[in-house]
Nanobody, 113 residues
Framework: QVQLVESGGGLVQPGGSLRLSCAAS????????LAWYRQAPGKQRELVAS???????NYADSVKGRFTISRDNAKNTMYLQMNSLKPEDTAVYYC???????WGQGTQVTVSS
């Protein structure tokens, strides 16, 4: 059974940082292409960043230079380091296995003073 569990969300002030984690089980983690998506209230879910088994990465223009996606194959865990956070980064963040199409339950990130 595929299970993706996000953690690390919370309330942070503008300019602050958070690190999200996604712990995976039931998938061939090492060969999976993984991604972080986010969905703000009233908006469509959007791709934030993705990482291939080769460690190559892609980012949405809105987060380039501020967010870093990474993976630890030994721990079956993916990360999203978010720096210089802005109020418009407020959303529920989801991890996704782009091969299996599996989703986590999401973790709320709120950027507000």
């Amino acid at each position: 059974q595929v299970q993706l569990v996000e953690s690390g969300g919370g309330l942070v002030q503008p300019g602050g940082s958070l690190r999200l984690s996604c712990a995976a089980s039931g998938i061939m983690f090492r060969v999976s292409t993984l991604a972080w998506y986010r969905q703000a209230p009233g908006k469509q879910r959007e791709l934030v960043a993705s990482i291939r088994p080769s460690q190559s990465t892609n980012y949405a223009d809105s987060v380039k230079g501020r967010f870093t996606i990474s993976r630890d194959n030994a721990k079956n865990t993916m990360y999203l380091q978010m720096n210089s956070l802005k109020p418009e980064d407020t959303a529920v963040y989801y991890c996704n296995d782009m091969i299996m199409g599996s989703w986590g339950q999401g973790t709320q990130v709120t950027v507000s003073s």
